[in-house]
């Protein structure tokens, strides 16, 4: 059993061990990237305030690009009977730098050393999910724009109600990233603070160069107050959860919108072949699990961040071991959410639309208030025409006029495409991420 960094003379049993460490082995290797170039930045302090020499920094900071290297090629491996990735880092550079690899804990916590590390690799992992938020975006934008002419049913109560357009319905799915946009914008700015130099969430008596870190890993500010960087573990990844949910309550609706669409009683698209399976006894079916699988898996994300919070939600300030149950919810989020906004981005480039719905006359009767319209524009009070087209239904004499001529903001007429695309194009200016991949080339290099 390999020692602990915090171990002194008791020995833990294997059966503590196992309980104690948990997941952490595996899920570690998440940060294992991050973990390496928070060590780099520190280090690179530490060398600043005279606790390194020149010689022992370059030392250092060779054998930490090689152990990042390896993550990046695959190579990296926290060994069996080490905690964590923090301690494998540091064995690997005490195996091959002998004392001069213990220097670098000092003026640090492991729990300052995991707050930095989550927040770099969130930082990364949000990146990666605006990126495709973005790409499924500018998909129903074009879907939008190709079938805007192209009428559908618009329902409430789930009834035929009036007349939409699928250049509306792709558009509306548009218009509702952007506004995730605006939480992950949020998240995003609220991790892109620094807490490494919180040590164990008291500071630390080393003169340390909090503000040398922060640039160097390329973070907007620092969380000042030591005791409220640790109070963020937990905080951040709520926070963070919120806007998971608001991306992933996008998906989930307009999955389900899809698959109740492709259904043979509505018949409004069809779904690529190759994202349907059939049935064991049925020949003729097609099934949407694709999307149903999309659903269920974004409906389990809305559900993060009540998650965090009931794992965190009663600790006072300073750290709990509870808060390591969080990463076992928390770090393969955003996996299952890049998944199904590639996914889906696949599928609504490729789904098709039924151009000829309204021929079906079940459906005449939402185009009422286009009539009692036309009648109110010629005149006739709206409470008079209103009475006039519901009698005429009821007598069985209405008879619909299937052109609309909508033209305010927002409507079947005027979609706002482009409005809709400089408002997600605002957003996406202000996440600045080239200063982050900036600093954490040179940092690396």
């Known amino acids: 059993m390999a020692t602990k960094l915090w171990q002194k003379n008791v020995t833990m049993t294997a059966e503590i061990e196992r309980f104690t460490v948990g997941r952490d082995r595996e899920l570690d290797l998440y940060l294992a990237e991050s973990d390496v170039l928070g060590s780099m930045a520190h280090i690179t302090m530490l060398q600043s305030i005279g606790l390194l020499t020149s ?3 370059q030392t250092l900071l060779a054998e930490l690009r090689r152990i990042l290297a390896d993550i990046r090629a695959g190579k990296f491996t926290i060994e069996e009977g080490v905690e964590d990735v923090h301690s494998e880092v540091e064995l690997l550079l005490t195996r091959r730098l002998g004392d001069v690899g213990k220097k670098i804990h000092s003026g640090r916590s492991r729990n300052d ?16 999910v605006v990126e495709l938020v973005k790409a499924l975006f500018d998909e129903l934008q074009v879907q939008s724009e190709r079938y805007k002419d192209i009428l559908m049913p618009g329902y409430t109560h789930l009834q035929v109600a009036m007349p939409s357009s699928f250049g509306l319905w ?5 218009e509702s990233l952007a506004d995730d946009m605006l939480f992950l914008q949020a998240a995003y700015r609220l991790v892109n603070r620094n807490p490494l130099g919180s040590a164990a969430g008291y500071g630390s008596s080393f003169p340390l160069d909090r503000q040398m870190t922060t640039d160097l890993l390329g973070f907007d500010s620092m969380d000042y107050n030591v005791v409220y960087a640790q109070m963020g573990r937990g905080k951040m990844e709520r926070n963070v959860g919120f806007a998971i949910a608001s991306v992933a309550g ?17 018949g409004f698209v069809k779904l690529p072949d190759e994202c349907t399976t059939g049935s064991s006894i049925m020949p003729h079916k097609k099934n949407p699990d694709v999307f149903e699988l999309t659903r269920a898996k974004c409906n389990k994300l809305q559900a993060l961040p009540q998650q965090v919070t009931l794992i965190m939600n009663n600790l006072p300030c300073g750290y709990f071991r ?6 076992e919810v928390f770090l393969p989020a955003f996996g299952e959410l890049k998944d199904c906004l590639r996914m889906t981005t696949y599928i609504i480039e490729r789904i098709r639309v039924n151009e000829h719905i309204l021929d079906d006359p079940r459906y005449d009767l ?8 036309r009648l109110a524009a010629s005149g006739m009070p709206f409470r008079d025409a209103y ?22 903001a927002g409507s079947i007429g005027n979609l706002c495409t482009a ?15 080239e200063r982050v991949e900036e600093a954490e080339r040179k940092l690396s290099c």
């Open 387 to 408: 009475r006039k087209v519901g009698l005429d239904i009821e007598a069985g004499q209405f008879t619909p006029q299937k052109q609309v001529h909508h033209t305010h």
């Open 322 to 327: 509870d808060l390591q149950i969080i990463k």
């Open 113 to 128: 050393q995991v707050l930095v590390d989550l927040k770099l690799w969130t930082r990364r992992q949000l990146r990666e």
């Open 55 to 57: 010689e022992e920094l």
């Open 170 to 174: 792709f558009g509306a799915y548009a």
């Open 366 to 373: 939402m185009f009422s208030v286009e009539e009692v319209n």
């Open 250 to 266: 996008t998906i989930s609706k307009l999955a389900f919108d899809a698959c109740m669409f492709n259904s043979q009683n509505f």
């Open 419 to 433: 409005e809709i695309a400089a408002q997600m194009d605002r957003l996406l200016a202000d996440f600045h991420f």
